[in-house]
């Protein structure tokens, strides 16, 4: 089979490595991809926001199948468009996607289906927002509404905190018209983990647990960013808690996505709280997520393109989902300033002295044969081993001979 798979960070290079293991795969492409995407599918040159493009390229070299693995092609209706025009694709339709790109939607989908999640407010209107956030006190959570890069969320220690954030989201316009409606929500706490899932617009299949770091420092310190590093499974998410879980909030999404006339058929992201009161969701993405992707699919023992095949299908209830008992590790080496501004086209060396690691390429280029950054998170080194401490040696250590101009890491990952 011909596959595409559409995107260009460290997640479509895992999928890229993992779905090049199929023997049922004959030739990968990746649009627009990245240097080290080039290593194992060839890349092509169409922006992953392009549309009309990708559907014109992708019937034009008759894919058998798309992996639509963005979030912002997947809003846009990509898997729509594809399927229009004949080509099977993998991702959620836009009505579906919109579990990720409102959250205004997704909260109202959990208010109405009784899915456990932090209390909220919906505002479009400033005094308003402010009026609750008085009213609510610190510390509180606002939201963007619609995509911002994992960036538009600030958990407010202070009401002024929190002032300053609906004031930059609804007024200075931080995140353009991401930030016209503002989601206000308690502040839940608990440890985080991530459960993706694969679906099939009616049955669930979570797949093992990961645990993402998302502030840019040591310490879970510093400002919100894409990801830093993940660790899978997550140590705190226990048979038991997967047991309600999947009763209390994965079957129901699901199902309620199913209710709504929006099928979900992909990868459902189910971002959890562990609260005092049980696990509660965060966020949903309608994606893989990066880095959780690629400790996820490195445990992935069965056939990627089979699954996702099952999933396009409506027969995920008979697909072969099998797991490694080992353990994994990713850790992002990062562009310094990153989720800042940070410079590009630093050349990158060591990484043919890499061992006992998988390099995915986040953020880099080719240039005249070199590998160079070109991004903020830039490379993201996994490693996988029996133990979880195994995997994060193994992912350090797997990191030391790479070097690049200001390249940042934490020095924590999977130690907190
Ligand atoms: P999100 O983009 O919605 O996942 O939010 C990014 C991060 O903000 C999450 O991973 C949490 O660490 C934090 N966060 C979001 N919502 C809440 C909440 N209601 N209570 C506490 N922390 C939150
Ligand atoms: N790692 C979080 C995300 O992909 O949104």
């Keep these: ?36 995407i080039a290593q194992v599918a060839q890349c092509v040159s169409v922006k992953a926001t392009d549309v009309e493009g ?8 008759a894919m058998d199948l798309v992996v639509v693995a963005p979030d912002d092609p997947l809003a846009l209706g990509m898997v729509d468009e594809l399927e229009a025009a004949g080509i099977p694709a993998f991702g959620p339709r836009q009505n579906a996607a919109v579990i990720e790109a409102s959250k205004a939607f997704s909260k109202e989908l959990m208010k109405k289906y009784g899915i456990p999640t ?43 905190e929190a002032l300053e954030a609906v004031q930059s989201m609804m007024v200075d316009k931080k995140f353009g018209a991401s930030g016209a409606t503002v989601v206000i929500e308690e502040c ?7 459960v ?77 709280m562990l609260t005092p009161d049980g696990p509660k969701v965060v966020e949903y993405n309608a994606r893989f997520g990066d880095p959780e992707c690629q400790t996820v ?29 080992d ?33 995915f390429h986040a953020g880099t280029a080719l240039a005249d044969g070199q590998v160079v950054t070109n991004g903020g998170r830039v490379l993201g080194v996994t490693a996988v081993a029996p133990t979880l401490d195994g995997a994060i040696d193994a992912a350090y250590a ?11 890491f934490r020095r924590d990952i999977g130690r907190i």
Excluded at 9 to 24: D, F, N, V
Aim: with cysteine.
């Design 196 to 272: 993706l899932a694969f679906c099939d617009g009616k049955t669930v299949v979570p797949m093992v647990s990961s645990q993402d770091h998302k502030r840019a420092y040591d310490g879970n310190k510093g400002p919100n960013t894409g990801g830093m590093g993940a660790i899978s499974p997550s140590p705190h998410y226990t048979p038991e808690l997967a047991r309600r879980c999947m009763e209390e909030i994965f079957q129901p999404t699901v199902a309620a996505m199913a209710a709504e006339g929006r099928p979900f058929q992909g990868v459902l992201y189910f971002g959890l």
């Design 1 to 36: 089979m011909k596959v595409l798979v559409v995107g260009s960070g460290g997640r479509e290079h895992a999928i890229c490595w993992k779905l090049k293991q199929s023997p049922k795969v004959t030739e990968l492409y990746c649009a627009p991809g990245n240097g080290g």
């Design 398 to 408: 797997g990191a030391k001979p790479i070097h690049f101009e200001n390249m940042m």
């Design 327 to 359: 353990a994994a590790c990713c850790l992002v080496l990062a562009s310094g300033g990153y989720p800042g501004s940070y410079k590009k086209g630093c050349p990158i060396s060591g990484l043919e002295d890499v061992a006992g690691a998988v390099v």
């Design 297 to 325: 699919l490195s445990l992935l023992e069965s056939d990627l393109l089979e699954i996702m095949l099952a999933c396009r299908e409506g027969r995920l209830d008979t697909a072969d989902i099998r797991w490694r008992s």
């Design 188 to 194: 839940m706490t608990g440890p985080e983990v991530t």
């Design 118 to 160: 932090a209390r909220y407010e919906t505002f479009t209107d400033l005094a308003a927002a402010q009026d609750y956030i008085r009213a609510q006190g610190a510390p509180i959570v606002v939201k963007a509404d619609g995509l911002a890069l994992g960036k538009g969320v600030v958990v407010a220690q202070t009401v002024e």
């Design 54 to 61: 990708m559907v014109a390229w992708a019937k034009g070299n």
